[in-house]
């Protein structure tokens, strides 16, 4: 609009007879109050990441010349960094070590040696804990859905490591504790992905998919637990199968979500 507004000035003035143009030009003051016809103050937004935005906006100041007067214009607009080492490995690295984690609680089930159902039961929690520090630690803006359903991730991979070596009322305890985190973290990515901003379509129903997902897998390492516990072993191996089954599943929509995810500015701090 202010380039228009110059060119229409511009017209205007050309038709303007020759002896009224000297009347009609607007007295200059000094030299140094007369800007340049284009400064911008302030750094350059730097390359937009994924999910990498701060809530920060950057100040841009235009000056236009107009004959002798300057207009200023000033805006505002989202800026962006980019992504630090640990935020680009998280984005696939931790649903690639979710699913490692899913693969192994499958083999814990299926297996049948009492040892090696310790060993891939417990690598298998420790691999979720991990992931879900190593999540938390990218977790920049903090969004407070990925910190409720990291801490809850955490917690289910702790109960789930510890598992094996408990047993009486302390196993069932372990086992339920597990399963209720375990849900609680599905839960929290689902209301992420119903409350995330300036997303993706697909990106939000990976999200909500990776959540149900979760607490459907929940659901039936809780029935495995109980299953187990009343010496039901065919159930228990069955409803433990299905819950690594749908673990994988939900990896597998975080990887989608992960690559769905829009890389110019994304507010996901309040989130």
């Not at 989202?78 to 699913?99: E, F």
């Not at 929290?188 to 990106?203: I, K, Y």
Request: proline residues 5%.
């Amino acid at each position: 609009m202010a380039i228009l507004a110059l060119v229409e000035r511009n017209v205007t003035y050309a038709n303007i007879d020759p002896a009224e143009q000297k009347s009609a030009v607007p007295a200059r003051r000094s030299s140094d109050e007369v800007a340049s016809p284009l400064t911008i103050a302030g750094p350059l937004a730097g390359i937009p990441a994924r999910n990498s935005a701060t809530s920060t906006p950057l100040k841009i100041r235009l000056s236009l010349k107009t004959g002798g007067a300057c207009v200023d214009i000033e805006a505002a607009i989202p800026r962006t960094r980019a992504p630090t080492p640990l935020q680009k490995i998280s984005s696939y690295g931790v649903p690639v070590v979710d699913a490692v984690a899913a693969g192994l609680s499958l083999a814990a089930f299926r297996l049948s040696m009492p040892l090696a159902v310790k060993i891939t039961g417990t690598s298998s929690g420790v691999l979720w804990a991990g992931g879900a520090g190593a999540s938390e630690l990218a977790n920049s803006p903090r969004s407070k859905w990925v910190s409720t359903a990291n801490f809850l991730s955490g917690a289910a991979g702790v109960l789930s490591a510890t598992a094996p070596f408990v047993f009486g009322e302390s196993e069932s305890g372990t086992v339920f504790g597990a399963a209720g985190a375990w849900a609680g973290n599905g839960a929290a990515t689902m209301m992420r992905a119903a409350s995330v901003r300036g997303q993706t379509t697909a990106h939000r129903v990976f999200l909500g998919v990776g959540g149900a997902a979760n607490v459907a897998a929940a659901g039936l390492a809780a029935g495995a637990g109980k299953a187990s516990l009343d010496e039901q072993s065919i159930k228990a191996i069955n409803l433990g199968t299905a819950s690594a089954i749908l673990w994988g599943i939900g990896a597998a929509a975080a990887i989608g979500a992960a690559r769905t995810s829009r890389v110019d500015n994304v507010d996901d701090s309040l989130v």
